[in-house]
């Protein structure tokens, strides 16, 4: 892994910034590098992967539906759509972080998005919305909810590493 330090901050210009680079060889998928900023002065956090070379726009959905289900691996770049459905769609975009973990990370994740929502909300019908949306997603994680995920991306730099992910073109 290499790794920078003391770099100006694109976003509060102190030279406060870490940046990483860590090269992966990530089974069925290919090598990518996972490249990530952190500012110690402003608290930004930026991440992505990048693939080692470009592919074909593909879409990975997977229907989860155990408890095991939820170590299946998954990469993400920063370029991909991450839909489940009747709950939540990330779009890309230029905050749009890159990651590699599991589906329990990406439940997680998006419980927290929805969480951090639930506690800015005034409206009492939005807020029931989103705790009923927790609910649901905790019911996933503990294999009780079966829940759809879909990744879509352009760039073709995301998977989902199973056998049950059914991967067609975009």
């Known amino acids: 892994m290499s790794e920078l330090k003391n770099q100006e901050c694109p976003f509060c210009s102190e030279k406060k910034c870490t940046l990483q680079e860590e090269e992966l060889d990530i089974p069925y998928f290919g090598r990518v590098f996972v490249l990530s900023m952190d500012c110690a002065a402003c608290g ?4 992505d992967v990048e693939p080692a070379e470009r592919k074909d726009p593909c879409k990975y959905t997977l229907e989860v539906e155990s408890e095991e289900d939820l170590s299946i691996k998954v990469v993400k770049s920063g370029e991909a759509t991450l839909k489940i459905p009747h709950i939540i769609t990330v779009e890309s975009g230029p905050a749009s972080d890159g990651y590699v973990t599991n589906v329990e990370g ?3 994740r998006v419980k927290a998005v929805i969480q951090s929502s639930l506690n ?3 409206d009492d019908g939005a807020k ?3 705790r009923n949306l927790i609910k649901k997603l905790n019911r ?3 294999g009780r909810e079966k829940i ?3 990744l879509e991306d352009p760039s073709g730099n995301s998977a989902i ?3 049950k992910a059914q991967k ?3």
Do not use: P, Q
């Not at 930004?44 to 991440?47: A, G, L």
């Open 44 to 47: 930004t956090r930026k991440s």
């Open 106 to 108: 990406v439940l997680e």
């Open 120 to 122: 800015a909300e005034d």
């Open 128 to 130: 029931e919305k989103a």
């Open 140 to 142: 996933a994680l503990v």
């Open 148 to 150: 759809k995920i879909i």
């Open 161 to 163: 590493i199973s056998d």
């Open 168 to 170: 067609s073109k975009m």
